[in-house]
């Protein structure tokens, strides 16, 4: 169980047409496991960059990210998948159910061909009760709202018990309230589960809430409240 994430003089570069665009550039930054941390900044300003790079989505083109002391995207490609399977969970915006499978069966998926020690069935029924949809394990997304389709997604994220819980603008396509209301979800998870939270978003309102603000400007870390920066 990973307990701290180092980013070490961290970029990621994009070559296209001649172009360079330094996505996110010299980031040293520390997240511990149980913190909730906001990511805020403008729109192309390395945020959901540096979330990919986190979640071992993608390369880094220098620097490196170190979960308790180790490399991972030095390992193999079974060992880095491995290692996502086992520390991190994603929610984005757009919440990527698969439209022909049930509320359940989305859960389900992340832990297909997957030996885990838990019945996966009870388990992916208990974390839709967990985010409030005991009642609608049947229900395929058309028959959800934006907030119920957004906790099936955060249940889907938290079914395979992960350490770290990565959400990229996951209340943007909500209204308000809706959007406050998943918010507290995450806040739960992480006082409750002691996961991990990094949190992107655009709303300073939503941001004030976490318990460190991380400021992000054209790929660098602008300034930060809270936590530890090193
Ligand atoms: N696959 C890619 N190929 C080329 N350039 C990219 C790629 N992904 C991101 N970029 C560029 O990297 C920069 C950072 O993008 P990123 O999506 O990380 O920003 P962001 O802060 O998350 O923006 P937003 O708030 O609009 O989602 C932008 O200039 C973007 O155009």
Redesign the pocket.
Known sequence: MVTNIHCKELGKS?K?NGVV?H?VQNININFTKGEFSAII??????????LSLIGTLDQPTSGSILYDGEDIMTKSKKKVADFRFEEIGFIFQQFHLLPTLTALENVLTPLFARNVSYNKQERAKEVLEQVGLADKLNSLPSQLSGGQQQRVAIARAIVHKPSWLLAD?PTGNLDTETGELIFDLLQQLNTQEGCGILF?T?DPKLAQKANRIVS?KD?VILSETGGERV
């Open positions: 994009y296209g665009t996505a900044g403008p729109s192309g300003s390395g945020k959901s960059t540096l603008e992107v655009h992000m790929g």
